[in-house]
């Protein structure tokens, strides 16, 4: 709906990709099962947990660095719309 209005109102606008920035994306691998492929090869619970805070760290800074592009990219626009999926939304 929002489309239909920016190009109706001949506005330019920018857009980040909601699966891009979805909390789920960057917070998955604190919940990964201790199986998993990525922590084969820890030894230990606390280096598990490590290496679980390290992935997720890592695609947090992934995910600022995409919504800093796209904010400088976007700088002419009006405005920029960030649909986002909160976890804690019911």
Do not use: N
């Amino acid at each position: 709906m929002q489309g239909r209005l920016a190009v109706a109102s001949k506005t330019k606008i920018g857009y980040l990709d909601p699966f891009i920035i979805c909390e789920a994306r960057w917070a998955f691998p604190l919940k990964w099962p201790d199986a998993a492929e990525e922590l084969k090869d820890c030894k230990t619970a606390k280096d598990k947990q490590k290496k679980r805070r390290e992935f997720s760290i890592d695609l947090r800074r992934k995910v600022s660095i995409y919504i800093a592009t796209m904010m400088d990219r976007h700088r002419d626009a009006e405005c920029i719309w960030a649909p986002y999926l909160f976890g804690y939304v019911v």
